[in-house]
């Protein structure tokens, strides 16, 4: 298993530009979740998603899109990206089921800057 | 809302110490309670869980944390810490459905 993938490593945008960061996972997990983090800071849940077709907002969803037409992928789409948004993105799956089915399972992560 | 505080911003130990990591939750039910550690520019790895029954719980790397309930506590020891686990560490404290709320983070910095 390749666990849970994200793509690109790394990318640099200008302000204004739109893009998608790429999140897949080979567990057949129902849950995936898209979170960011800052310096100094913990993740912050951006968006998540409990089945295909199935997505709603976490706790900073403003300037992001997600959609999830089947249960491997979980795209993040950003619109028009702003320096705000310069970041490390991290996609997770879990599960479900609660107890240990909430287990989440991180990607490496993708760098974005946004000038 | 549930909300997960890490006190400790920085911490530093000399190896072969003992540590021990703080971390207070929020959450109106029983929560998921989870550990992780990071390198720099890595992702996040998985050191312990707790979701009921054993409140003594054990991890990886000699890690364990103790739930206590009644300090809505969830702190992470280690007897004797090695100079490879500088990192950053993050208190977690799960929602179900893909929800976590993360703490801050304490960077631990080893001294030889």
């Known amino acids: 298993n390749a666990g849970v993938t994200q793509t690109p490593k790394f990318q640099v945008l200008k302000t204004g530009q739109s893009m998608t960061l790429q999140c897949a996972q080979d567990m057949n997990h129902e849950y995936m979740s898209w979170y960011r983090q800052d310096p100094g800071m913990g993740l912050r849940l951006i968006h998540y998603s409990v089945g295909a077709g199935i997505t709603d907002q976490g706790e900073v969803p403003n300037g992001y899109n997600v959609s999830r037409s089947t249960t491997e992928d979980f795209p993040l789409r950003l619109l028009s990206a702003a320096p705000s948004q310069t970041s490390v993105y991290f996609c997770?799956?879990?599960?479900?089921?609660?107890?240990?089915?909430?287990?989440?399972?991180f990607g490496p992560g993708t760098r974005l800057t946004v000038l | 809302a549930q909300s997960v505080t890490q006190p400790d911003i920085h911490i530093t130990v000399s190896e072969g110490a003992s540590l021990e990591l703080r971390c207070n939750y929020s959450?109106?039910?029983?929560?998921?309670l989870f550990w992780y550690v990071q390198s720099p520019g890595q992702g996040l790895q998985l050191l312990l869980k707790y979701f009921s029954g054993d409140t003594l719980v054990q991890g990886i790397k000699g890690f364990e944390a103790e739930f206590k309930r009644s300090q809505s506590s969830f702190n992470l020891r280690k007897p004797s810490v090695h100079w490879s686990d500088a990192a950053e560490y993050f208190c977690a404290v799960g929602a179900g459905a893909g929800k976590s709320t993360f703490g801050d983070g304490t960077t631990l910095t080893v001294k030889p």
């Open positions: 997770a799956s879990s599960r479900g089921g609660g107890d240990v089915g909430d287990t989440q399972y």
């Open positions: 959450y109106g039910a029983t929560p998921y």
